[in-house]
């Protein structure tokens, strides 16, 4: 089996999720990505990271944002 691109680790960042194997989180490529810089920007400022890293953050993100249930109480 081949090792996750994202990983959890509550010492690190958190436990926020990051790209295995350094401190970039999820959050920090989705914040890069909404203020307006291209994969090609972030594969500058970032160069530990790949293009497959950068797609597997935003897929991880897109799933837990469809495995999110939002309850509301009245």
């Known amino acids: 089996m081949a090792p996750s691109v994202i990983s959890v680790n509550p010492e690190v960042r958190f436990g ?4 295995t194997g350094t401190r970039i989180t999820v959050g920090d490529i989705l914040e890069a ?8 920007d972030i594969l500058e400022n970032f160069p530990e990271l790949t293009e497959d890293k950068v797609r597997a953050a935003i897929a991880f993100a897109a799933a837990r944002e469809n495995n999110s249930k939002i309850i509301i109480s009245a």
Not at 16 to 19: F, R, S, V, W, Y
Not at 33 to 39: F, H, Q, Y
């Open 16 to 19: 926020k999720p990051c790209i």
């Open 33 to 40: 990505l909404a203020s307006g810089e291209s994969v090609s």
